[in-house]
């Protein structure tokens, strides 16, 4: 079975174990183009605007596809089409000013602009992909395919990619990283330059 099955397939049997709750919502689909749908393991719905995120939906986007979702702390994902990511958890306090937040990609592209969730002191935010994991620290970040299996590219803040063979900071807007495969480490850091960054975002831009 691909990794990427596995990984959906795992977090996925936390909610059939408890059909009888009712997942909280984390946020709100806020733009779309195309289609896409959320699926909590047992059941697939299919999005508009204004519909609700729920924790441990796995989200999903179709061809020519994308979609802008907001979390309730400010945190925005923006989807490629052909994408699935997981939202494995998600948490915030505003009150306490305190929460997590994980997200699994599947399959796809992605743009994430932390909120306040990402920012706490203790990084609670984290992006898992089938090769690497990616640590937020108040950031702006595009991660998927691109010239690699899997890409990262730092836009705005701090990030460090870790695979089980070593991790990366990246610290400077305009550097980048990849994983070839499940069992290497991510590349040293390095400056994408204006056509490989214009290629990341032309995979989650929106149609005008």
Known sequence: MPVRHVLIAALLSLAILVPQVRAEDAGKVVRLQGRAEASDGRASRSLAVGDPVRVAESLRTGPGSRLLVHFDDGMELTLSDGAEIVVAAFQWDRAKETGKAELALAQGAFLLRSGAVGKLA?????VKTPLASVGVRGTQFWGGPLDAPLSVLLIEGAIVVSS??????LGTPGEGTSVSDAGSAPMPPSYWGAERIGRAFSTVSFKE
């Open 164 to 169: 089980p063979s070593g991790s990366v900071e």
């Open 122 to 126: 203790d990084h609670p935010l984290t």
